[in-house]
């Protein structure tokens, strides 16, 4: 069995900066990728930003240039910096990780941005 577990959500002015935290215990051989999707009131879960199995770093558009993320292989644990945060970005973020082809969510963790 495979736990997810997100961290470092909270309320921040427009602006700020906050940093994720995702990380993956339990029976893990190989993890192929890990990302961050996120979902607003109302919208659907949206991509935020993950690693391809090249290892590449993607990202959706709004977010390039602000959001950065990084991932410790020994540690299981990916991290998503967000700088210049706006109010446009509040959503519950989740965490996805892929584990030998297995997908497994965190329970998410709330950002508020306010203007």
């Known amino acids: 069995q495979v736990q997810v577990v997100e961290s470092g959500g909270d309320l921040v002015q427009a602006g700020g900066s906050l940093r994720l935290s995702c990380a993956a215990t339990?029976?893990?051989?190989?993890?192929?990728?890990m990302g961050w999707y996120r979902q607003a009131p109302g919208k659907q879960r949206e991509l935020v930003a993950g690693?391809?199995?090249?290892?590449?770093?993607v990202y959706v558009d709004s977010v390039k240039g602000r959001f950065t993320i990084s991932r410790d292989n020994a540690k299981n644990t990916v991290y998503l910096q967000m700088n210049n945060l706006q109010p446009e970005d509040t959503a519950v973020y989740y965490c996805?990780?892929?584990?030998?082809?297995?997908?497994?969510w965190g329970q998410g963790t709330q950002v508020t941005v306010s203007s």
């Open positions: 996805n990780v892929d584990v030998e082809a297995s997908h497994y």
């Open positions: 339990g029976s893990i051989f190989t993890i192929n990728t």
């Open positions: 690693f391809a199995r090249s290892g590449r770093a």
